[in-house]
T-cell receptor
């Protein structure tokens, strides 16, 4: 069975602080795909990043960075110098080899205070 | 290019009724997936359709059904509505399967009274 765990339910930070959102996954597939999505108060899920299991290279995109470690089954997301506009719920998701079912974590609600 | 569109945006039904939700994928995308998101939880996978065939199904009762049309748009049907079916229903499209990035629509918010 596949599972995605986001242990942090809510995180509150002050603007300009760095914050890391944790994601731990379980799968028996050797090939799989990991995603991060952002859900602002408007409700629409916004795609942030896709990573396949063969690519463990970390990625940086502006203030966002992702740390993928297969050894610990983790795919963590860091926001550097957080801003109020980063306030949202962030979801980590996993798709297995077949590509026909995607499992989401419960999400982490991030509050960034001015 | 237009993103994923869903209709209606909001819907109020009573227990026992039936509802049909609609989704149009991004142009060129052949796969549509449906998710249910209950307040405070992550999206739960319901169905995935690719090339008009059901390719994946989540742990939902048979009251939930879907189909995909030749133009790749999709409908989700829920029969015999229960109070617990109240949720945000999200549609996502991708080029082929869930291995590619799924792009989500704004959702249909269903309230069952």
């Amino acid at each position: 069975a596949q599972k995605v765990t986001q242990a942090q339910t809510e995180i509150s930070v002050v603007e300009k602080e760095d914050v890391t959102l944790d994601c731990v996954y379980e799968t028996r597939d050797t090939t799989y795909y990991l995603f991060w999505y952002k859900q602002p108060p408007s409700g629409e899920l916004v795609f942030l990043i896709r990573r396949n299991s063969f690519d463990e290279q970390n990625e940086i995109s502006g203030r966002y960075s992702w740390n993928f470690q297969k050894s610990t089954s983790s795919f963590n997301f860091t926001i550097t110098a957080s801003q109020v506009v980063d306030s949202a719920v962030y979801f980590c998701a996993l798709t297995g080899t077949g590509g026909f079912k995607t499992i989401f974590g419960a999400g982490t609600r991030l509050f960034v205070k001015a | 290019d237009a993103g994923v569109t869903q209709s209606p945006t909001h819907l109020i039904k009573t227990r026992g009724q039936q509802v049909t939700l609609r989704c149009s994928p991004i142009s060129g995308h052949k796969s549509v997936s449906w998710y249910q998101q209950v307040l405070g939880q992550g999206p739960q996978f319901i169905f995935q359709y690719y090339e008009k065939e059901e390719r994946g199904r989540g742990n939902f009762p048979d009251r939930f059904s879907a189909r995909q049309f030749p133009n790749y748009s999709s409908e989700l049907n829920v029969n015999a509505l229960l109070l617990g079916d109240s949720a945000l229903y999200l549609c996502a499209s991708s080029l082929r399967t869930g291995r590619e990035t799924q792009y989500f629509g704004p959702g249909t918010r269903l309230l069952v009274l």
